[in-house]
């Protein structure tokens, strides 16, 4: 398995990009942390007879949001699951092909999720649907949904290029 990596070899757009998802994965931890505090001030609000209204509605959309964030982070850090038993016994350039096919897809899957979402969001939008107790606009979820995504595009460009790089015998990815 490879050593996770953010970026301190990393230089220009690779090292940019990587800094970048770092630092946005971060604010998806803090989101999360939000998360918790308002299930906290929920159930101590229902203990004391106060429950927090919308409590389900923002932990919804921020778990969406903070799960969104740290994709391009666990791409860029070749932190994603695999299945090591089946390439225990391969040579670095035959990793580094797979490597380069994950990213390949991971970078189509993301453009995909881009296009589609970003519809999504609009039709969200056209059609003023809002979450029902709070009337928070749905589509609002969808603007940090999306830069995830678009991260997640720059990273895996990034990793699909050090990974062919490695195929060639290159710096390894």
């Given at each position: 398995?490879?050593?996770?990596?953010?970026?301190?070899?990393?230089?220009?757009?690779?090292?940019?990009?990587?800094?970048?998802?770092?630092?946005?994965?971060?604010?998806g931890?803090?989101v999360?942390?939000?998360?918790?505090?308002?299930?906290?001030i929920?159930?101590?609000?229902?203990?004391?007879?106060?429950?927090?209204p919308?409590?389900?509605?923002?932990?919804?959309?921020?778990?969406?949001?903070?799960?969104?964030?740290?994709?391009?982070?666990c791409?860029?850090?070749?932190?994603?699951?695999?299945?090591d038993?089946?390439?225990a016994?391969?040579g670095p350039?035959?990793?580094?092909a797979?490597?380069?096919?994950a990213?390949?897809?991971?970078?189509?899957?993301?453009?995909?999720?881009?296009?589609?979402?970003?519809?999504?969001?609009?039709?969200?939008?056209?059609?003023?649907?809002?979450?029902?107790?709070?009337?928070?606009?749905?589509?609002?979820?969808?603007?940090?949904?999306?830069?995830?995504?678009a991260?997640?595009?720059?990273?895996s460009?990034?990793?699909l290029?050090?990974?062919?790089?490695?195929?060639q015998?290159?710096?390894?990815?």
């Amino acid at each position: 398995m490879t050593e996770m990596r953010l970026g301190a070899d990393r230089t220009g757009f690779s090292g940019a990009v990587a800094r970048i998802v770092a630092g946005w994965a971060l604010l998806g931890g803090l989101v999360l942390l939000v998360v918790i505090a308002v299930n906290m001030i929920s159930v101590m609000g229902a203990v004391f007879g106060h429950p927090f209204p919308g409590d389900f509605e923002l932990t919804e959309m921020g778990v969406a949001i903070a799960v969104f964030a740290f994709l391009p982070y666990c791409q860029i850090t070749d932190a994603n699951v695999t299945a090591d038993i089946f390439t225990a016994r391969a040579g670095p350039r035959l990793l580094a092909a797979l490597r380069a096919l994950a990213s390949l897809i991971a970078f189509l899957f993301a453009a995909i999720l881009v296009w589609r979402m970003s519809d999504g969001m609009l039709d969200q939008r056209e059609y003023n649907y809002a979450t029902t107790i709070l009337q928070l606009p749905i589509w609002l979820a969808y603007l940090p949904i999306l830069l995830s995504l678009a991260l997640l595009v720059a990273a895996s460009l990034v990793t699909l290029t050090e990974s062919l790089r490695a195929t060639q015998g290159g710096r390894n990815g």
